[in-house]
Nanobody, 120 residues
Framework: QVQLVESGGGLVQPGGSLRLSCAASGSIFNFAKRYNMGWYRQAPGKQRELVAL???????NYVDSVKDRFTISRDNDKMTVYLQMNSLKPEDTAVYYC???????????WGKGTLVTVSL
C-alpha cells in the first residue's frame, strides 16, 4: 500500500502563490522509476481533472489552463512531489489531489486532497 499526504493548501488572493507538497510513504520500491506522480483538482460541481504530471525521469505535462503558471517537480530521495502555483486565479479554486501511478500494475493511489481557495 502507498499513502499520499498533501499539504500546503489555503486561502490566497488572486495573483498570489502557493506551493503544494505530497509525501509518499508505505510499501514503495524504486519510487523514481516505478511511479508517475500527478496533481489533479476538482472544483465544486465539476469533474476531477489532471493539472500536472511528472514522470520518474522528470518529464512533465500540464493542462493548458495552468501552463506557464504552475510547475510540478519531484524529489525522489524524499519521495515527495511539489506543485508550485503562481499567478493564481479564482478559477484555480478547487480541492487538489495527489496521485501516484504504479507503472508496473496500473494501480492508482490517491491522497485525501487539500483545498485551495483563490479569493479576495
Amino acid at each position: 500500500q502507498v499513502q499520499l499526504v498533501e499539504s500546503g493548501g489555503g486561502l490566497v488572493q488572486p495573483g498570489g502563490s502557493l506551493r503544494l507538497s505530497c509525501a509518499a510513504s508505505g510499501s514503495i520500491f524504486n519510487f523514481a522509476k516505478r511511479y508517475n506522480m500527478g496533481w489533479y483538482r476538482q472544483a465544486p460541481g465539476k469533474q476531477r481533472e489532471l493539472v500536472a504530471l511528472v514522470t520518474g525521469g522528470g518529464s512533465t505535462n500540464y493542462v493548458d489552463s495552468v501552463k506557464d503558471r504552475f510547475t510540478i517537480s519531484r524529489d525522489n530521495d524524499k519521495m515527495t512531489v511539489y506543485l508550485q502555483m503562481n499567478s493564481l486565479k479564482p478559477e484555480d479554486t478547487a480541492v487538489y489531489y495527489c496521485n501516484a501511478l504504479l507503472l508496473t500494475s496500473g494501480m492508482n493511489y490517491w491522497g485525501k486532497g487539500t483545498l485551495v481557495t483563490v479569493s479576495l
